[in-house]
């Protein structure tokens, strides 16, 4: 790692103002000052910002409930992110594991730990996402038949891997698919012929969004959450 990113990942000082501070001689690396940004970093170095000594902060594991209108993604120039919901210092180097549409809901997951994300958004873990789906009618038998076996999507070669259904209220269900393909919950409703008006994420795995959080809100995972996971 470059010795301005150390820096600017150990405090909250940007990139920018990293490279400030270690041109005007405020850094030191293992007692000796050091103006070089570029200097790489093994790991096991002492750094110093005037002198108080600096570490990385440990991988992050965070939960949000995420409203409509916020898009699942780093920056947008035309639209609030998820972490624009997060304060600065928290937000930092997070990215989402699992994105959500603008106009869907609930259950975000994001870290500081790429390893752990890939677990989740891999085709090859089959991790399960509940969602709470209402519907424009009440979803007929054999749509219920079709979902649990598995349907085309338009213009896909494989059908999607059998759902779990679970019928709540008459226009209102649980679906539980295993896959991330394309807008998939809107698309599997479509093909059985009906239409997705509001989509809410429940579960991702074994976690379950926090009841307590409203719209926006957003809490560190429990170790058990994490782990879950990994």
């Known amino acids: 790692m470059r010795l301005d990113q150390f820096i600017a990942n150990s405090t909250e000082l ?9 041109s005007q001689g405020q850094v030191t690396v ?6 070089g940004a570029n200097t790489k970093l093994a790991g096991h170095e002492r750094v110093a910002l005037l002198g108080t000594p600096l570490t990385l902060p440990g991988k992050r594991y965070l939960m949000m409930n995420k409203p409509a209108g916020v898009v699942s993604a780093t920056t947008d120039s035309d639209h609030p992110t998820a972490l624009d919901l997060l304060p600065a210092n928290l937000a930092r180097n997070l990215h989402i594991a699992g994105r959500l549409d603008a106009d869907t809901t609930g259950l975000l997951l994001l870290t500081t730990d790429g ?9 090859r873990t089959d991790c399960p996402k509940t969602y709470r789906v209402t519907l424009s009618e ?10 649990q076996q598995g349907v085309y999507l338009h213009n896909e070669p494989k059908p999607t891997r059998p759902a779990q259904v679970a019928i709540l209220e ?7 698919i295993s896959e991330g393909r394309y807008h998939q919950v809107k698309r599997m409703l479509a093909a059985v012929g009906n239409h997705v008006e509001a989509l809410h994420r429940l579960r991702i ?7 307590e959080l409203g719209p926006g809100g957003h809490r560190e995972l429990t170790r058990e959450e994490k782990d879950s996971l990994a």
């Open 14 to 22: 940007s990139r920018k103002e990293a490279k400030r501070a270690i």
């Open 30 to 35: 293992n007692e000796q000052t050091c103006t």
């Open 115 to 123: 390893q752990w994300s890939h677990r989740i958004i891999s085709p």
């Open 138 to 147: 009440p979803l007929s038998t054999m749509a219920v038949r079709k979902l």
């Open 170 to 176: 008459e226009r209102i269900i649980e679906l539980t």
């Open 205 to 211: 795995g074994g976690v379950t969004l926090d009841p």
